[in-house]
């Protein structure tokens, strides 16, 4: 069974940037049916779409974030990666990576999700 | 703010069904079929309940309904149990720009 997983720092400075990785075991990352992706929530609020990546390199974000925002897939095919620049505190969340529908079903869903983790922006 | 606008919270007796709604526009739930619904328990990843508007992943009991009407979608679920009180997020697939769009939210409060 599939199961991804984040990791990353739990703290980071205001101006610098925010870097994530999740781990994909149980299944393969270079299936032609999905994409990787990530979201987050603030505390106490709702889910905001960041954006995913496809195995063949390419990616797709939430124009709000735009500017600011990389998503990429590792050459081991068995990690993804976000880079979020000049964070803020209003970047403070928690972050998961799931597996997102894309060609093939659920389109456009996420029906694999990480636990999730929580990532501060604070001095 | 979000993209598509769910009311903040609904309610329901056990064994009674309940529906909360998600509106967007016709550059989202409007123009395409791909909507989802996720519950979401409280310090938990969100799961995964209804996707392509009304279909139902593996192991997703019955209950649990979707359905759209023009630029609203809609979650009902029947038979309301205890473990079904929750956060419910609506999304929807937005077009090559703007991707995915989440709802707000609605809180499920089972009395």
């Known amino acids: 069974q599939l199961q991804v997983q984040e990791s990353g720092p739990g703290l980071v400075k205001p101006s610098e940037t925010l870097s994530l990785t999740c781990t994909v075991s149980g299944g393969s990352i270079s299936s032609n049916s999905y994409f990787w992706g990530w979201i987050r929530q603030p505390p106490g609020k709702g889910l905001e779409w960041i954006g995913n990546?496809?195995?063949?390199?390419?990616?797709q974000y939430n124009p709000s974030l735009r500017s600011r925002v990389s998503i990429s897939i590792d050459t081991s095919r068995i990690k993804f990666s976000l880079t979020l620049s000049s964070v803020t505190a209003a970047d403070t969340a928690v972050y998961y990576c799931a597996r997102q529908g894309g060609y093939g079903s659920p389109k456009y869903a996420m029906d694999v999700w990480g636990q999730g983790t929580t990532v501060t922006v604070s001095s | 703010q979000s993209a598509l606008t769910q009311p903040p919270s609904a309610s329901g007796s056990p064994g009674q069904s309940v529906t909360i709604s998600c509106t967007g526009s016709s550059s989202d739930i409007g123009g395409y079929n791909y909507v989802s619904w996720y519950q979401q328990h409280p310090g938990n990843a969100p799961k995964l309940m209804i996707f392509e508007v009304s279909a139902r992943p593996s192991g997703v009991s019955d209950r649990f309904s979707g359905s759209k009407s023009g630029n609203t979608a809609s979650l009902t679920v029947s038979g309301l149990q205890a473990e079904d009180e929750a956060d419910y997020y609506c999304?929807?697939?937005?077009?090559?720009?703007?991707?995915?769009?989440f709802g707000g939210g609605t809180k499920l409060t089972v009395l």
């Open positions: 990546a496809y195995y063949l390199g390419t990616t």
């Open positions: 999304s929807s697939y937005a077009g090559r720009d703007n991707y995915v769009v």
